[in-house]
């Protein structure tokens, strides 16, 4: 769930304009949590070679680094390297959603083949639940931004 969230959240957090105003970083906070249980919970992943560890593994790793650095940027402010590492780590989320919709035995092909009616009710949820979270984002961080007095009237009244 928490991988998916990340797919979908991806491109509004890196495509939406203007960057770095409140709901971007909120949205990312979000975006950054999904990738980290996502991250967490793939660790446990034992059924491409049972007891042992392997290149998913691996990549899991890789994207826990890249997503952190990421992260460790946007904290020092390094916008340019910020920006880099969490498109790179997006496009990761998607190569793996790719694997793991191209190997038929997994389980989002089988539930596509077996029951498309349930597949199609859990996209679309998915997809209204993402929304629901950029809608709900911004309509607070615009409901903040609008309470805050203006800068240059601040100072008008203070003589």
């Known amino acids: 769930m928490c991988a998916s969230l990340a797919l979908l959240l991806g491109p509004v957090v890196l495509l939406r304009r203007p960057r770095g105003d409140t709901a971007h970083r909120w949205l990312g906070r979000i975006w950054v949590g999904a990738m980290y249980v996502a991250l967490g919970t793939s660790m446990g992943i034992e059924q ?46 998607v190569g793996a959603f790719v694997g793991a919709v191209a190997v038929p035995s997994r389980d989002v092909p089988r539930l596509a083949a077996h029951d498309p009616a349930l597949f199609t009710v859990a996209v679309v949820a998915l997809v209204v639940g993402c929304g629901a979270v950029v809608v709900a984002v911004e309509v607070v961080a615009r409901r903040r931004w609008s309470a805050r007095p203006s800068p240059a009237l601040a100072s008008v009244g203070s003589g």
Request: glycine share 8%.
């Open 48 to 93: 491409l070679r049972p007891g042992h560890l392997s290149l998913f593994h691996a990549l899991t790793a890789f994207t826990t680094i890249t997503v952190s650095v990421g992260l460790w940027a946007a904290v020092r402010g390094r916008v340019a390297m910020h920006r880099r590492f969490m498109r790179n780590s997006w496009f990761g989320v």
